[in-house]
C-alpha cells in the first residue's frame, strides 16, 4: 500500500511566478486495485502521479510505501524502488524510434544487469501474451496505435513491478482502442497487479474495470 500524507508541491517556490499545483493531498492507494485519478487539465494529477511514482519530490508532506518512506529518501534510493516497483505508461508512449518492439520493451531491464538471454526469454514471453511476437523484429514507427500501446504495456511490466503507472493511457486512442486497453487493464489486475491510472476518458473512469474513482480540482481531491 501506498501512502500519502499532506502532500504539496510548489513550482517556483518563493518566486514571482510561484504555483502551487498540489495543496493538501492524503490519500490510501490499495494493493491489486484499480484506482483513476480523474480531472481536467491542470487539475494537478499528473503532477502527483510524478511523486507517487517516485519521478518527483513532494515540496512538503509525507509518502510512505508499506513501512519505507519514500518523500525524504536520497536519488540513488529512489532510482533502485522506481526500477523494481513501478511500472510506467506515458500519454505518447515515448518509444524510442529507431529501435526495435524487442529492443524497446527490454529497455527498462538493461540497468539491472540481467542475463541478456534471460532477459530475451522474459521480452518474447511478455510480447507472446499482447499477441505482438510478430512484430519483434520491426521499428516502434511501423506500428499502429494500439500495438504502440501495447508495446507501451509490454516495456512497463518487464521488470515484474508491483504497481503499474499510466498517465492520460487512452488520450490518443479511439473509443474501440481505449475499451481494448481496458480490457488489458483488467486482466493486469487479475493478474495482482496494482494499477494507478490518470485520465479524463469516461470509457477509462466510468469503467466497470477501475475499483476507486478520485476526483482532482486545483490541487486538491474530491473523492466519489
Known amino acids: 500500500m501506498i501512502e500519502l500524507t499532506d502532500i504539496k508541491k510548489a513550482f517556483n517556490q518563493g518566486k514571482p511566478n510561484e504555483f502551487w499545483a498540489i495543496r493538501g493531498v492524503s490519500l490510501r492507494i490499495e494493493q491489486h486495485k484499480v484506482t483513476c485519478l480523474k480531472g481536467s487539465s491542470g487539475s494537478g494529477k499528473t503532477t502527483l502521479l510524478s511523486m507517487i511514482g517516485c519521478l518527483s519530490r513532494p515540496t512538503s508532506g509525507r509518502i510512505t510505501l508499506g513501512e519505507r518512506r519514500l518523500s525524504g529518501l536520497p536519488e540513488r534510493f529512489l532510482t533502485d524502488i522506481r526500477r523494481h516497483t513501478f511500472g510506467f505508461i506515458f500519454q505518447k508512449f515515448n518509444l524510442i524510434q529507431g529501435m526495435s518492439v524487442l529492443e524497446n520493451v527490454?529497455?527498462?531491464?538493461?540497468?539491472?544487469?540481467?542475463?541478456?538471454?534471460?532477459?530475451?526469454?522474459?521480452?518474447?514471453?511478455?510480447?507472446?501474451?499482447?499477441?505482438?511476437?510478430?512484430?519483434?523484429?520491426?521499428?516502434?514507427?511501423?506500428?499502429?496505435?494500439?500495438?504502440?500501446?501495447?508495446?507501451?504495456?509490454?516495456?512497463?511490466?518487464?521488470?515484474?513491478?508491483?504497481?503499474?503507472?499510466?498517465?492520460?493511457?487512452?488520450?490518443?486512442?479511439?473509443?474501440?482502442?481505449?475499451?481494448?486497453?481496458?480490457?488489458?487493464?483488467?486482466?493486469?489486475?487479475?493478474?495482482?497487479?496494482?494499477?494507478?491510472?490518470?485520465?479524463?476518458?469516461?470509457?477509462?473512469?466510468?469503467?466497470?474495470?477501475?475499483?476507486?474513482?478520485?476526483?482532482?480540482?486545483?490541487?486538491?481531491?474530491?473523492?466519489?
Request: proline share 6%; with cysteine; hydrophobic share 40%.
Open 106 to 224: 527490454m529497455l527498462p531491464a538493461y540497468p539491472l544487469g540481467l542475463n541478456y538471454t534471460r532477459l530475451t526469454k522474459d521480452a518474447y514471453r511478455l510480447l507472446d501474451h499482447f499477441n505482438l511476437t510478430s512484430k519483434a523484429e520491426n521499428p516502434v514507427e511501423w506500428l499502429s496505435g494500439g500495438e504502440a500501446q501495447r508495446v507501451a504495456i509490454c516495456r512497463a511490466l518487464i521488470n515484474d513491478p508491483e504497481m503499474l503507472i499510466a498517465d492520460e493511457p487512452t488520450a490518443n486512442l479511439d473509443t474501440r482502442l481505449s475499451e481494448e486497453f481496458m480490457g488489458l487493464i483488467d486482466e493486469l489486475r487479475r493478474s495482482g497487479k496494482t494499477v494507478l491510472i490518470t485520465s479524463h476518458d469516461p470509457v477509462v473512469f466510468d469503467s466497470p474495470v477501475v475499483d476507486r474513482v478520485i476526483e482532482m480540482c486545483d490541487g486538491l481531491l474530491v473523492e466519489r
